[in-house]
Antibody
Framework: EVQLGESGGGLVQPGGSLRLSCVAS????????MNWVRQFPGKGLEWVSA????????YYPDSVKGRFTISRDNSKNTLYLQMNSLRAEDTAIYYCAKNWNYAFDYWGQGTLVSVSS | QSALTQLASVSGSPGQSITISCTGT?????????VSWYQQHPGKAPKLIIY???KRPSGISHRFSGSKSGNTASLTISGLQAEDEADYYC?????????FGGGTKVTVL
């Protein structure tokens, strides 16, 4: 059974940093690209980043480019998201999601990030 | 690039069919057959129900079907059931990015 479990969310001040983790199990982690997707309090979804199976290629939308860094440790079956220079508009639930055919076939339960002074 | 456009809400009676539309542009929905749909119940993570415009993952009911015409993708739920009441999001690959729709709340009357 595929399982994804995020952690690392919390309350942070504007301009601060946070590192999210996602531990994966139930599939061969290194064979799949992985993503972070966030859901705003108003319920809208936004794709945040993607990383190839080997970790050599990363992708970001303009809204987080230069502030967020996705990475992975295939020896630990773990996906990371380093978030710097956080803004109030980054407040959201952050999900890790497994990539499959340009879709997201498995999602974690999410971790809440709140950016506020 | 802007998010894909979905109506905020759609409703139907049990047993009816409803269709949710998702409008993009020639740079996303219209250019790639890589549209997916997600169902989300309150307090839960989104769940993949359609990928590649019209394919269902294993275990997804045949009552869910997808299609596309030009820049607009559609999700049809036939034989509407109480358990189908949820939020539905479309998503499209768009080359350098991936876009989601704003979501449609489906209410079963």
């Amino acid at each position: 059974e595929v399982q994804l479990g995020e952690s690392g969310g919390g309350l942070v001040q504007p301009g601060g940093s946070l590192r999210l983790s996602c531990v994966a199990s139930g599939f061969t982690f290194k064979n799949y690209a992985m993503n972070w997707v966030r859901q705003f309090p108003g319920k809208g979804l936004e794709w945040v980043s993607a990383i190839s199976g080997g970790g050599g290629s990363t992708y970001y939308p303009d809204s987080v480019k230069g502030r967020f860094t996705i990475s992975r440790d295939n020896s630990k079956n773990t996906l990371y998201l380093q978030m710097n220079s956080l803004r109030a508009e980054d407040t959201a639930i952050y999900y890790c999601a497994k990539n499959w055919n340009y879709a997201f076939d498995y999602w974690g339960q999410g971790t809440l990030v709140s950016v506020s002074s | 690039q802007s998010a894909l456009t979905q109506l905020a809400s759609v409703s139907g009676s049990p047993g009816q069919s409803i269709t949710i539309s998702c409008t993009g542009t020639s740079s996303d929905v219209g250019n790639y057959n890589l549209v997916s749909w997600y169902q989300q119940h309150p307090g839960k993570a989104p769940k993949l129900i359609i990928y590649d415009v019209n394919k269902r993952p294993s275990g997804i009911s045949h009552r869910f079907s997808g299609s596309k015409s030009g820049n607009t993708a559609s999700l049809t739920i036939s034989g509407l059931q109480a358990e189908d009441e949820a939020d539905y999001y479309c998503c499209s690959f768009a080359g350098s990015t991936t876009l989601f729709g704003g979501g449609t709340k489906v209410t079963v009357l």
